[in-house]
């Protein structure tokens, strides 16, 4: 049974000023090398309003320290507070979300404690941090400013309490997580996955990111594909150059709006509903210039009609029936194996294993398919001990054809 919940109003010691000058950052960074236990993280972006993900404001928090707002618009080094903390227990919800733009400052945990990822291990259904501190330490946090734009300056104050309280309880959420974890035998499970986050090399940009284009599947010709893909790189090459978020530049919609109609001319494109406007009616030489290249292309030049998901070489899953059926049924078995190993272990499945590795083993699987050779596959892949210890075999059952062998 979940506890009554108490609204959490107010950071306990107050809203704390934000930090701007190098005094005072490394007066924190002294009283956080002080502090005791664990120290909470957290970052706010500016994700749906600027191009690049930094961070606009870093929270952290540790007992007997207190909580600090650090501006790293003024203060982008944090080395200074990495110093101080770097072989402390770093804990974060979604940490894989707040990494990146903390390296960008020079903050790089050495160990650290993902309260979200806790929580899909747990098997609880919803792994916000607002929901987990409410189902599992009693306290509502205000969820209100999640979507801002952090990029504003100053800061209102009522974002800044929102951002306080954002770690306010995440060690106190940390420690009763492990408490869970370990009466479920799961804290190792935990254990190697949050070593794996830390140790994982900073991702890899996406090979056609303009395939992500929401509506993109109303392309039916790889010349209207290339269209797609010419209008979002001038979109992408202006967002990146004024810092503000693509969709604020050209919403997708009106790329495929665009490519479908195939206007003639400029004046052709600004009929079309989003274009009438007079900030995109001002620059439709450059869409109709993005829409005349790739009308100008060669064949040869044209992108594919289809391109896989994960990025990893293999057809969508969806078209894996007609072009390898054995393939696609192989496949078939071996979530069934793995859905029945999450269900009893009451997590979901993509955490029990990568889906992306579950299909490159479907789709290639080892001549000789034994545990131990499956084993070999997983790790190669990058799963952890306990992913292999629970999956391997009953991957190698599931990837012979049960007609085949009993024939």
């Known amino acids: 049974m979940s506890p009554a919940v108490t609204p959490l109003l107010e950071p306990v010691e107050g809203v704390p000023p934000v930090i701007t000058d190098a005094k005072a950052l490394a007066e924190i960074a002294e009283r956080l090398a002080v502090g005791e236990g664990p120290v909470a993280f957290d970052a706010e972006r500016a994700s749906g309003y600027r191009y690049s993900q930094r961070a606009y404001l870093v929270q952290i928090r540790r007992r007997g320290t207190g909580t600090a707002l650090i501006d790293p618009v003024a203060l982008p080094d944090l080395s200074v507070i990495q110093e101080k903390v770097s072989s402390v227990e770093w804990v974060l919800h979604a940490a894989s979300q707040d990494l990146p733009c903390l390296a960008e400052l020079g903050l790089r945990p050495t160990t650290l404690f993902d309260t979200e990822l806790a929580g899909r291990l747990l098997g609880y259904e919803r792994v916000g941090l607002g929901m987990m501190v409410e189902r599992v330490l009693g306290f509502g946090l205000e969820k209100g400013h999640s979507a801002a734009d952090w990029s504003t300056r100053p800061l209102p104050e009522p974002w800044l309490r929102y951002a306080a309280l954002d770690v306010e309880l995440l060690v106190e959420l940390r420690d009763a997580l492990t408490e869970q974890l370990a009466e479920a035998d799961k804290l190792e499970f935990a254990l190697q996955e949050f070593a794996a986050i830390v140790a994982a090399p900073p991702r890899e940009p996406r090979a056609e990111p303009w395939r992500r284009t929401s509506g993109i599947h109303r392309a039916r010709s790889r010349r209207q594909l290339a269209a797609v893909r010419s209008m979002w790189n001038a979109r992408d090459k202006i967002a990146r150059a004024r810092d503000i978020a693509p969709g604020r530049v050209l919403p997708d ?155």
Do not use: C, Y
């Open 253 to 407: 919609s009106a790329i495929i709006d665009a490519v479908l109609n195939a206007p003639a001319d400029a004046g052709e494109l600004v009929k079309l509903p989003v274009f009438s406007g007079p900030r995109l009616r001002r620059t439709a030489n450059v869409w109709m210039g993005a829409l005349a290249e790739a009308t100008a292309l060669p064949d040869a030049e044209l992108p594919s009609a289809t391109a896989s998901a994960s990025g990893d070489g293999l057809p969508p899953p969806n078209r894996w029936a007609e072009r390898d059926p054995v393939a696609a049924a192989r496949l078939t078995r071996v979530r069934a194996g793995l859905n029945a190993i999450a269900a009893r272990h009451t997590m979901p499945v993509e955490n029990l294993i990568e889906p992306a590795l579950t299909r490159r083993v479907a789709w290639s699987p080892p001549s000789e398919p034994t545990a131990a050779n499956v084993a070999e596959l997983l790790r190669a892949g990058g799963a952890r001990p306990w992913q292999v210890a629970l999956t391997a075999t009953v991957i190698a059952g599931a990837l012979p054809d049960p007609a085949a062998t009993a024939g």
